[in-house]
């Protein structure tokens, strides 16, 4: 049995086609049929693992793309609220926040 399956994935692979084939559609003429849709739906199989690779990679670099895109949109966005911060803490920001505390300390409400 494992070579009889070792065969079939052969066919499958529409490798050795006459070799295996041929002598067995001289004996029984009827077999070609087999073969023939054996290797039909075999090239379909392949055919289907292919494009579903092909997806597979595809939508990983999508997902890598729209990540990178994010992360990007990110920063930009941590970059302007540090520059926010620096302007109303920076120097001047400083200053004016020493003022009011001194001047909350010397003007008691009470």
Known sequence: IPEAMFTMFTLGLLADWTSIVAPIINEYWWASVYFAAFTFFSSIGM????????????????????????????????????????????????DSIRRRQLEEMFHDPD
Do not use: C, P
């Not at 595809?58 to 540090?82: D, L």
């Open 47 to 94: 055919l289907n693992l292919i494009i579903g690779v092909i997806t597979e990679r595809t939508a990983q670099a999508e997902q890598e793309y729209a990540e990178r895109q994010a992360s990007k949109k990110h920063h930009r966005a941590m970059q302007k609220i540090h520059e926010v911060a620096d302007l109303l803490f920076g120097e001047a920001g400083q």
